[in-house]
């Protein structure tokens, strides 16, 4: 366990959030409850710390340097030493899915620690450790949990990532779209179905074929799944790996890609569409913050499209009119529209969302049914 971190080798033009002034994706906006998500119940909150004796703990399923997700929220860490630099912070790195991950936050409550960050879902391993630590907060990334120092906090990233189907589906030739999936979870049936919904706008006989790892950082396994979507006629790949490797494989066969974290496009210059980049450095500074306070309760938050997932910068060989009208579908979101709304069916046929019928955000982020035309992700 380190108690700081130096910073890690960053890739060149970071775009987080898109952040040339000519983009202007609102990094300055204010965190936004979406519909259908409510605050914990009233409750008081934990007490104020002086910021000297505040600990902040971070626990990461990747490493740091894999220039994707766990990249991101280390960036998150750095922003909170930045405006707290007399708080302490501790981090550690490649949490497994085990009880070696109750270990690790157990070990951050011993070391002292008053608010914990899992920047990953660890379910029970990180529920019990709060149940058992009741003077500590305790915030879970794609948690689904919540308790009286518990909460969970995520990205509306099924918006950007509709936009960006958007843009494969007018990039595609065939209609075949590969993913490279993790596991078959919430976060992966969002993506791929919000993918296609965009995607079909534009080609109606588009479809995603999916393949999944079991993994969220496996650069191997990435590759070999990016070679098996082409074998397969698929000309636009996308994922939500950590890392780069399906990209590269459609740079070396003249495909085209998209990405998820960060911006990698030097891994890919030809192939680079764009990314959905996460950003997560104001929350945390927020919640730190309101912590040293004493203002700090648990709650439901998803950082929204514009003030916390967006997409990256656009790829040099993206054609004009493709990113024009993709983003003429990104502003129409950001005023106020949502695309999924019935009626939806199921892969097997079944209506599960009627017709006129609105899917909530709390409906998007537990999503776990994949749509009619993805396949390879199960449900």
């Not at 929220?73 to 949490?95: C, N, R, W, Y």
């Not at 075949?176 to 919000?194: E, I, Q």
């Not at 979507?229 to 698929?234: H, K, R, V």
Request: with cysteine.
């Amino acid at each position: 366990m380190s108690d700081s971190v130096s910073d890690a080798a960053s890739p060149s033009r970071r775009h987080l959030l898109g952040l040339g002034a000519s983009l202007g994706l609102g990094l300055g906006a204010g965190l936004i409850l979406p519909p259908g998500l409510r605050p914990a119940r009233a409750q008081a909150p934990l007490p104020a710390i002086p910021e000297k004796d505040a600990v902040i703990a971070f626990g990461h399923v990747g490493p740091v340097t894999d220039e994707g997700w766990t990249w991101s929220h280390d960036q998150g860490m750095k922003a909170v030493q930045a405006a707290f630099p007399q708080a302490k912070t501790l981090f550690v790195e490649s949490i497994p899915y085990s009880a070696d991950a109750a270990r690790t936050f157990r070990q951050f409550v011993s070391n002292g620690a008053n608010l914990v960050f899992a920047t990953s879902n660890y379910g029970d391993f990180f529920s019990d450790v709060a149940k058992r630590a009741k003077k500590v907060g305790f915030l879970e990334c794609d948690g689904r949990t919540t308790a009286d120092n518990l909460g969970w906090y995520y990205f509306a990233h099924w918006y950007p990532t509709y936009v960006l189907g958007v843009a494969a589906g007018l990039m595609s030739k065939t209609g075949k779209l590969g993913y490279v999936a993790s596991f078959p979870v919430p976060s992966c049936f969002a993506s791929t179905n919000a993918f296609l919904m965009g995607a079909r706008t534009v080609k109606p006989e588009a479809s995603v074929q999916v393949i999944s790892i079991n993994s969220w950082f496996d650069p191997q396994a990435a590759t070999q799944a990016g070679v098996a979507l082409a074998n397969n006629g698929c000309d636009f790949l996308f994922g939500i790996m950590d890392e780069a490797g399906y990209l590269q494989v459609a740079q070396q066969r003249g495909l085209k890609a998209a990405m998820w974290n960060t911006d990698m496009r030097r891994f890919g210059p030809d192939a680079y569409v764009s990314s959905i980049v996460v950003d997560s450095r104001k929350f945390y500074v927020d919640q730190v913050g309101r912590r040293i306070a004493g203002t700090w309760t648990p709650g439901t938050t998803l950082l929204p499209m514009g003030g916390g997932v967006d997409r990256d910068a656009w790829g040099r060989t993206v054609p004009e009119a493709v990113a024009r009208q993709a983003d003429a579908v990104r502003e129409k979101i950001l005023g106020g529209y949502t695309p999924f709304v019935g009626e939806i069916r199921d892969s097997k046929g079944k209506v599960r969302v009627a017709a006129g019928k609105t899917m909530s955000d709390l409906d998007l982020y537990n999503w776990d049914w994949s749509i009619e035309g993805v396949t390879g992700l199960g449900a």
